[in-house]
């Protein structure tokens, strides 16, 4: 791709016609600039030097881009290879650039997964994030909702495993998903490998949308089963396919091959919310509501266009995507995503028959979901006026950040810290500290240190700053945020410190002020609705950090880093002694009784414990030692 920046022209206004007239036909990104060098909009092209003329034609404009014209000072294009590079180009510069006048889709969570591993024993389970574990994804779901949902079916209908493998290698007998049903114990040998494989590919075949096939297959092998007298077998066959059934009936569409999005757009105002509806194989994966801010777009076209653009340049598109309105550049899209999709993907408006009803009950749902989004809006820019007025800010604050302590007993301890703007979390900036270096439970030097790291980086990069800094705990917290902010300099953050009443009930919140004040403003307050909203958020931030380390740590078992234990040791060990903690009571005597097992090695495992010093001895050679 080559890049080409045209001088800006000396005159009272912008001479568009004449910039466009110098341009290729070539496809290509172009950008609009203020006097002050501000980026003011970033759009593609097929086509740049037709695309660019088009805005300084004479034809009619929308006052958004009458305002964006008459403030444009300079142009910039850069030349790609193709459309879908365009594409992709445009998408990577509104993320990062966030012009004034694109319509911008916020929407910083990554979209889950379900996940069929592969390897001996297959689990399944719900995945975020790079698909980079080996095995097969189906999705992406709309939201976690769906996958809860299908995962409850699976584990119900086919019994695959969902544990993780340190568990599922060290276990000795069956877990409770076993005793209801939801898993047929491969760890302790229950089910043959053959009959597993089976639910592995059944569960592949239901996840892809095939129940047909899947359907036709049980009725064969519970007629099977009939035959040979085996009428348990049969009963369960039956009441699985009944379940299937019901299952067709409820998220099916008219064909079972169908991979469609459904797209419908609301507009109040300066709000729009756009309703997905997806369809994968067939099967109805549930809804999602975006609120894309429209920076002055008032047509649900332009809105549902940027949102075409700027979604499926991060997700695979489907092979077909329902639109509730026209939009311009639809043969242009269209064409970009069949080529970024490796197959055709077609972009429809006017549908019939079932596809209509679908697109009818996206509309309702946007227009539903639009009218709670304002209604929350009204409620958070009344929360902050209220917070405004009790702290004795000059105006509500834009950027509240929060900082909160998490541990067990000292172990794993983690710092979070929220940040809130004037329309909600802005997860994208959310922040986890894994705190290290201090006596364990030291809740005082774990919030120095997170503190210490948050406002140091940004004094020595000159970043942004909170208007309100919320700290949970009492005043030995806010001291040692206090202490923070004056070693490195800084003011204008308006310190709180969040301390909950005697009972620990919300709405008995003591607010510690500058200067000493205290304030306990009642829980009909809205500013300390805000503050618990807050507070609230940076505490589930910190547990949910604080488990997953510390379930990283004892998910590695120790017997792991003994040399000479491979997994068959292992196992024999686990099992001989009914779990880890068994292991750890027993004697070295005790522990060289285990088959494989000899004094040497019994006297390692006992010192690596038990934290002592591992008595010299040469390793033993074992051929189940891997």
């Known amino acids: 791709m080559t890049a080409a920046a045209r001088p800006r022209r000396q005159g009272p206004a912008f001479d568009g016609k004449a910039y466009a007239s110098e341009l290729s036909t070539a496809p290509g990104v172009y950008r609009m600039l203020a006097a002050d060098g501000s980026l003011l909009y970033v759009g593609k092209a097929g086509a740049l030097k037709k695309r660019v003329a088009s805005y300084f034609s004479a034809s009619p404009k929308s006052a958004r881009i009458a305002a964006m014209l008459a403030q444009v000072a300079r142009m910039e294009v850069t030349v790609t290879r193709s459309e879908a590079e365009a594409l992709l180009l445009e998408n990577q510069l509104i993320k990062s650039l966030r012009p004034r006048y694109n319509v911008l889709l916020r929407d910083d969570k990554s979209y889950p997964y379900v996940l069929l591993t592969q390897e001996a024993w297959p689990r399944i389970a719900m995945h975020r994030g790079p698909r980079s574990l080996p095995g097969r994804y189906f999705g992406p779901y709309p939201g976690v909702g769906p996958v809860r949902e299908t995962l409850n079916l699976a584990h119900k209908l086919f019994k695959l495993r969902s544990c993780e493998d340190s568990v599922f290698r060290n276990r000795s007998r069956p877990c409770l998903q076993y005793q209801i049903g939801r898993c047929s114990a491969p760890c302790v040998g229950l089910v043959q490998a053959r009959d597993y494989a089976d639910a592995v590919r059944r569960v592949g075949l239901f996840l892809e949308g095939h129940g047909d096939a899947l359907t036709e297959e049980?009725?064969?092998?519970?007629?099977?089963?009939?035959?040979?007298?085996?009428?348990?077998?049969?009963?369960?066959?039956?009441?699985?396919?009944?379940?299937?059934?019901?299952?067709?009936?409820?998220?099916?569409?008219?064909?079972?091959?169908?991979?469609?999005?459904?797209?419908?757009?609301?507009?109040?105002?300066?709000?729009?919310?756009?309703?997905?509806?997806?369809?994968?194989?067939?099967?109805?994966?549930?809804?999602?509501?975006?609120?894309?801010?429209?920076?002055?777009?008032?047509?649900?076209?332009?809105?549902?266009?940027?949102?075409?653009?700027?979604?499926?340049?991060?997700?695979?598109?489907?092979?077909?995507?329902?639109?509730?309105?026209?939009?311009?550049?639809?043969?242009?899209?269209?064409?970009?995503?069949?080529?970024?999709?490796?197959?055709?993907?077609?972009?429809?408006?006017?549908?019939?028959?079932?596809?209509?009803?679908?697109?009818?009950?996206?509309?309702?749902?946007?227009?539903?979901?639009?009218?709670t989004e304002i209604d929350s809006q009204a409620a958070q820019g009344a929360r902050a006026e209220s917070l405004a007025a009790m702290l004795g800010l000059p105006e509500p604050a834009q950027r509240i950040e929060c900082f909160d302590i998490s541990h067990t007993m000292g172990e794993?301890?983690?710092?979070?810290?929220?940040?809130?703007?004037?329309?909600?979390?802005?997860?994208?900036?959310?922040?986890?500290?894994?705190?290290?270096?201090?006596?364990?439970?030291?809740?005082?030097?774990?919030?120095?240190?997170?503190?210490?790291?948050?406002?140091?980086?940004?004094?020595?990069?000159?970043?942004?700053?909170?208007?309100?800094?919320?700290?949970?705990?009492?005043?030995?917290?806010?001291?040692?945020?206090?202490?923070?902010?004056?070693?490195?300099?800084?003011?204008?953050?308006?310190?709180?410190?969040?301390?909950?009443?005697?009972?620990?009930?919300?709405?008995?919140?003591?607010?510690?002020?500058?200067?000493?004040?205290?304030?306990?403003?009642?829980?009909?307050?809205?500013?300390?609705?805000?503050?618990?909203?807050?507070?609230?958020?940076?505490?589930?931030f910190a547990i949910t950090g604080h488990r997953g380390r510390r379930q990283k740590a004892r998910n590695t078992s120790r017997l792991e880093d003994i040399p000479g234990i491979g997994p068959r040791r292992r196992a024999s060990l686990l099992k001989h002694f009914g779990g880890l903690a068994g292991l750890k009571a027993a004697a070295a005597q005790q522990i060289a009784h285990v088959e494989g097992i000899n004094e040497a090695l019994a006297e390692r495992i006992y010192a690596t414990l038990h934290g002592l010093a591992a008595p010299g001895g040469a390793r033993p050679a074992a051929k189940d030692d891997l």
């Open 412 to 540: 794993a301890t983690v710092a979070s810290c929220v940040v809130f703007d004037a329309e909600g979390p802005v997860r994208a900036q959310y922040r986890r500290y894994n705190i290290a270096g201090i006596e364990p439970g030291d809740d005082y030097a774990a919030m120095r240190q997170a503190l210490d790291r948050r406002f140091r980086r940004a004094v020595e990069s000159d970043g942004v700053l909170p208007d309100v800094l919320l700290i949970d705990g009492g005043a030995g917290q806010v001291a040692q945020a206090r202490a923070v902010l004056d070693d490195l300099g800084l003011s204008g953050v308006y310190l709180v410190g969040v301390s909950k009443g005697e009972a620990r009930k919300p709405g008995q919140e003591t607010l510690l002020l500058p200067g000493g004040r205290e304030l306990r403003p009642g829980a009909a307050s809205p500013g300390l609705q805000l503050i618990q909203q807050v507070r609230d958020e940076a505490h589930r």
């Open 218 to 371: 049980l009725d064969a092998a519970m007629a099977a089963a009939s035959g040979r007298l085996d009428f348990e077998e049969a009963a369960r066959l039956r009441d699985l396919v009944a379940a299937l059934r019901s299952l067709q009936a409820r998220h099916g569409v008219d064909n079972a091959s169908t991979d469609m999005d459904v797209l419908a757009c609301a507009i109040q105002g300066p709000h729009a919310c756009v309703v997905l509806l997806s369809f994968r194989s067939g099967r109805n994966l549930g809804t999602r509501s975006f609120f894309p801010k429209t920076n002055g777009a008032e047509a649900p076209e332009e809105v549902l266009s940027a949102f075409v653009s700027q979604y499926y340049a991060e997700q695979p598109a489907p092979r077909e995507i329902v639109l509730e309105h026209a939009i311009d550049d639809l043969e242009l899209l269209q064409g970009v995503l069949s080529e970024t999709a490796g197959r055709r993907v077609e972009i429809k408006t006017r549908v019939r028959g079932n596809r209509a009803g679908y697109l009818d009950l996206a509309r309702r749902n946007a227009q539903l979901a639009l009218a």
